[in-house]
């Protein structure tokens, strides 16, 4: 069966779209909590080419309209002196690391290729390794920590909890692609791992509308706080 990848309407009624969501959710969004961000990171998954790009083998539509929501986010996180972490998914060309992933897609990202890239639509702040930039409470973190996965959570196969643990991060904030893969299974990794999760329903973007919401209300329910891209901001 092919999914057809879908929009959900223009930048004007993007507004009007998420207010419908978040009604759609409410009824099992019942842990609703206040993000302190000195204690949090923001998680920028799989903005990559191969999803985003018009281009892209797997271009996902619905992308286009998180993404100046997301840069808005990664700008006031580093403002705040709080971790941004990207995400990158991508194989070995070869193909030795896929496992049960090549079975189940028939198909990978190969690592150092165009799609393999995080998008130049994303405002990562791209610098030496060495670069540093200030964090809240002491202490440094690269101004771009970019995690390589080869699996849909971030947590596996990585050093992305150590990460975090390093930095005192408690609270991850989730935003990118794919809502319903590594969105929603990095949540639950994190959720598992003891860290409080927040995911952002209008931060986040699949194939389709349908799976977009049905991982939002089963997010809601049990692993994530679900609140808007607005919503965060005024938790600054």
């Known amino acids: 069966m092919t999914v057809r990848k879908e929009s959900v309407g223009t930048p004007e009624q993007f507004d009007d779209i998420v207010a419908d ?3 759609e959710i409410e009824p099992y969004n019942h842990h609703r909590f ?12 799989d ?3 191969y999803f985003i790009h018009s281009d892209g083998y797997a271009y996902l539509p619905m992308a286009d309209m998180i993404i100046p929501r997301i840069n ?19 194989h070995d060309p070869d193909g030795s690391d896929l496992g049960i992933m090549g079975w189940w897609w028939n198909d990978h990202i190969d690592d150092g290729t165009w ?17 540093a930039v200030n964090v809240q409470n002491g202490g440094d973190f690269p101004a771009d920590i970019v995690i ?20 005192g991060v408690e609270h991850v904030v989730i935003s990118g692609v794919m809502t319903n893969l590594c969105c929603e299974t990095t949540a639950r990794d994190a959720f ?17 509308e349908e799976m977009h919401l049905s991982t939002l209300r089963n997010m809601a329910y049990g692993f994530a706080q679900v609140i808007t891209a607005k919503d965060l901001t005024g938790m600054f």
């Open 21 to 23: 969501w978040m009604r």
């Open 34 to 45: 206040q993000v302190d961000i000195d204690k949090a990171a923001l998680l920028v998954v």
């Open 47 to 49: 903005m990559q080419n």
């Open 72 to 90: 808005d986010l990664v700008g006031r996180f580093r403002e705040s002196g709080r971790p941004v972490v990207l995400t990158a998914h991508a």
């Open 115 to 131: 799609g393999a890239e995080i998008s130049d639509s994303i405002d990562v702040l791209r610098s030496e390794p060495d670069a």
């Open 148 to 167: 390589k996965k080869q699996r849909y959570s971030a947590f596996v196969g990585t050093d992305l909890e150590a990460r975090l643990n390093a930095l």
């Open 192 to 208: 598992q791992r003891e860290f409080k999760v927040t995911m952002l329903a209008d931060a986040m973007a699949t194939a389709n």
